[in-house]
Nanobody
């Protein structure tokens, strides 16, 4: 059984930074992707970023590249999302999710992700 546990959310002032963590456990197979999605109140899930294993390729939502950076610690099976220059529009619940055997065309499709974490709240205000 795959489990994903997010941490690192909280409140931050506009212009600040946060680093989210997603600890992944369980599951089989060496080809998968771990992604971050976010959901603002009343809105659909938005693709934030994803990283593939084993090649480490990263993908970012069009409006986020440059401010957000993904990294991973294979020894800890943890994926990190560094978020900089945060603004109120970044407020929402951030989820990490896992997709088996991903491709570039499916990486941002939330329906392709089989396992999801419980989410962590990020609130940005002045």
């Amino acid at each position: 059984q795959v489990q994903l546990v997010e941490s690192g959310g909280g409140w931050v002032q506009t212009g600040g930074s946060l680093r989210l963590s997603c600890a992944v456990s369980g599951g089989t197979g060496n080809s998968y992707a771990v992604a971050w999605f976010r959901q603002a109140p009343g809105k659909e899930h938005e693709f934030v970023a994803a990283i593939r294993r084993p090649n480490g390729a990263t993908y970012y939502g069009d409006s986020l590249k440059g401010r957000f950076t993904l990294s991973r610690d294979n020894a800890k099976n943890t994926v990190y999302l560094q978020m900089n220059s945060l603004g109120p529009e970044d407020t929402g619940v951030y989820y990490c999710a896992r997709q088996s055997n991903p491709s570039a065309s499916t990486i941002s499709d939330k329906y392709r992700y089989d396992y999801w974490g419980q989410g962590t709240q990020v609130t940005v205000s002045s």
